[in-house]
């Protein structure tokens, strides 16, 4: 347990094997939260020992997106620790030379030269006997060449182990279940179990924050925590996200992409980061729009559900709308400038902003911005009359009255949003047009759009010659 005035340290261990999950990084933002709710440290560590499994670029891209996140560390790959060394494993292994050689001389750990083909013999048998596989001592070859053999810690069969971890309550796990398991790997490097338990030890964590795939590992850390004498950490196990039909673990057929995608779609990190957090999380109350600070300010391990989540894409747009409309206008139109339609490169930040200001309330995300205020910018392709006829019920004859009496009311007009609503008003009630209607028709012929913002704004901003010149095209 963690000590008072202990300070709290998390850390993220990413094997970069692989692009960046989004169930990944949700589960490093737990670390990170709880890291800074405490005023703690949050450390990346990479875990690269299984070198064969290693994908290139794909470290770079881990910590790409963590950054765009803005979760940043404290310590990671780009920066290691005075005290500790480097974040990277494949660069720590005179640490673990060392701790598996006093494991060795106090006979917790023995060298083991079992070939793989007596290993899968093993396995065979006790299938065949209906046994789970559990390695054990009097198992292992103990003698062979010099440089070929695993490094195994003994597990003694009436070892138990158990903790309270912070999600999934009280856990007991005996040693006869669990087995002698590789520390070391002939090929000299340390396996997970061995190197996760070394490094979140010399890096001081507190808390260990992770998926529940490892829930099954933590035994085996432990004893090893136990066999140093080391002070154990704590642990919270999350449980995965779940895809849209609330079974099965989330996949890319669900509609989840990699983290890094999300920046390139016009999502904002904050609303990324925000929806993440309340995935498998909870604050206790209804709220459900947080800024990266609040997250930061109620983050609880206590609340993290035990269940798995469902990710759900319509909500995380619905999200990331939220986080559009409430952020400062100034803002706003600063992160909107990579995402104009083409058309809008000659027109000046004031008119942008005008018109973003007219939209912004529909975007769910950067990306809409072009197809949404296209017409703000260029003249849309002309709406076929049986269309409209369709829309507004108005005959081609009826448009075409209504479009020369629009055109001389819009012409003695002044093109303030008052003067314009009045008279287009006065001029359907006068009439008897179904105002509805009517302004749909305006709109289908100005904008090309059944959607538009308010009309009388969206009439003012284009400007009076603009308009005019559209109705008359
Ligand atoms: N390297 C492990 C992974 O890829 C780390 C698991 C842990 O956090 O202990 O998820």
Redesign the pocket.
Known sequence: MTAMNQRIRTRF???PTGMLHIGSLRTALFSYLWARKNNGEFIVRL?DTDQARIVEGAAEQILSSMGWLGMDWDYGPDKPSPEFGSCIQSERNDDYTRYIQALLDSGVAYYDWTSPEQLESLRAQAQANKQPFVFRKNMATLEGETGKAVIRIAIPDQTVITWTDHVKGLQSWRGKDIGDFVAIKSDGFPT?QFA?VVDDHLMEITH?I??DE?LSSTPKHLFLYDAFGWQRPEFAHVPPILGPDGKKKLSKRDGAKDAAVYATEGYLPEAVMNYLALLGWNPGTDQEIFSPDQLVSVFELSRIQKSGAKFDPVRLDWMNGMHIRNMDPSKRLELAESWWPKEAVQSDKAYKQRVLDLVYERLKKFADLAEYSRFFFARAMAVDVQEIEQETKFTPEEQANLLVATIDLLQASDFTETDLEHRLYGYAKENDLKVGKYFMLIRLMITGSRFSPGLFETLNTLGKAEVLERLKT
Do not use: F
């Open positions: 261990a990413p094997s875990e997970y996760n260990v992770r998926a490892w």
